[in-house]
């Protein structure tokens, strides 16, 4: 494979890899065949897990930890009986995360060979492009912008990418809903992706003065990196209005974060489920040529809770199935503009939106 193939490769797999992580998305993933593995597949395998864990681990010790329990379960032939390339890494999975609790720590098996890593260099002028048609097809992540009944707003999105090359939509996302007197904004189906383009959508919901949103903590140089929101945005700011993010057990790591931003600078009603509980970044590495692993090389940090969801997840300010949170939410929000309603006929029509929505949410619970 050449370099050029190889970077579109890693490019098209970068891609794919956020959309696996959402829980929606627009094309199911193709089934793979399966390999038979034998025993030096194996140990190769884990040999190469166990020496990626102690090299880049964001928790040394835990590493260490995760290495004695393999070696254990080595020694006690817990693998070797598995021949199955597919079941192989799922069980390394399952083990490395019973001890590490770590759910974005994962083994993956690929039919398809995966291309050793070259030296890191620029990308060409065809390979940007490239990736700039393949975010664009995919709307920069972004699949609905509506106006409901009664001037609420409503954004989802599926994932959080490239914060420059998706600024505009942001922007125009923003803009359209900019007149409505409350916003809704959809993260049950939003796997994650970029922290940049996470600060770029909060700081829509901020005014100039930058707030300190999270800190990435990286094991690698020891660094850690600093997010705040935007002096300037391309598109208008929703300020002053009140906003409601919608969770699942679904939502998942830079998702986690937009909502863990938002409940703890008290911008934003957290209506749904609990979040997944995955805070740590990484990056994706080849252990062999149909093997690789996602390890978690870094850490959220919030500026003001000293801490992460890893683990426990984002637990909503009001909690209900995530199939009846968009109806909680705009019953919500509703209710309150209809506090402030002067004009009379609105104020009927308000009432009667409000008596429709909550006629669909008793049917719903009624169902489950």
């Known amino acids: 494979m050449s370099k050029s193939n190889a970077a579109r490769f890693v490019i098209r797999l970068v891609i794919i890899c956020l959309l696996a992580?959402?829980?929606?998305?627009?094309?199911?993933?193709?089934?793979?065949?399966?390999?038979?593995?034998?025993?030096?597949?194996?140990?190769?395998?884990?040999?190469?897990?166990?020496k990626r864990l102690n090299d880049s681990y964001v928790f040394p010790e835990v590493a260490k930890k995760m290495e004695q329990s393999i070696r254990e379960r080595v020694d006690k032939k817990e693998y070797d009986q598995i021949t199955s390339a597919?079941?192989?890494?799922?069980?390394?999975?399952?083990?490395?995360?019973?001890?590490?609790?770590?759910?974005?720590?994962?083994?993956r098996y690929s039919h398809q060979p995966i291309p050793e890593r070259g030296q890191r260099r620029e990308a060409t002028e065809e390979e940007r492009e490239q990736r700039k048609r393949e975010l664009t097809w995919m709307n920069h992540g972004f699949a609905k912008v509506e106006r409901l009944p009664g001037n609420i707003g409503y954004l989802e999105f599926f994932n959080f990418m490239d914060e420059e090359l998706g600024a505009d939509t942001v922007a125009a996302a923003m803009n359209f809903i900019n007149n409505t007197d409350a916003l809704i904004i959809d993260m049950r189906s939003n796997g994650g992706g970029n922290p940049a383009m996470v600060a770029l959508v909060c700081s829509y919901l901020f005014g100039p003065e930058p707030v300190h949103l999270n800190d990435l903590y990286w094991r690698e140089g020891n660094r850690t990196d600093e997010f705040w929101t935007k002096k300037e945005v391309a598109g208008k700011r929703y300020l002053n209005k009140d906003v409601y993010v919608l969770t699942s057990k679904r939502t998942f790591s830079g998702a986690e974060e937009f909502t863990y931003n938002l409940k703890n600078l008290k911008r934003a009603t957290i209506i749904g489920e609990t979040t997944g509980g995955g805070a740590h970044p990484g990056g994706g590495f080849r252990i062999s040529e149909h093997f690789g692993m996602f390890v978690p090389t870094g850490r959220a940090i919030s500026p003001i809770t000293k801490t992460n969801w890893e683990g426990t997840g984002v637990t909503p300010d009001v909690s209900v199935p995530a199939d009846q949170a968009l109806l909680v939410a705009r019953v919500v929000a509703l209710k309150k503009s209809l506090a402030a309603l002067k004009n009379p006929d609105l104020k009927g029509r308000m009432e009667d939106e409000i008596q429709k929505l909550e006629k669909e949410l008793s049917a719903l619970k009624a169902k489950s």
């Open 86 to 107: 597919k079941q192989f890494a799922v069980k390394l999975t399952t083990d490395l995360q019973a001890v590490s609790n770590d759910k974005h720590l994962r083994v």
């Open 21 to 50: 992580l959402s829980a929606t998305t627009v094309f199911a993933q193709p089934e793979q065949p399966d390999l038979t593995i034998d025993a030096a597949t194996r140990t190769q395998v884990i040999d190469g897990i166990l």
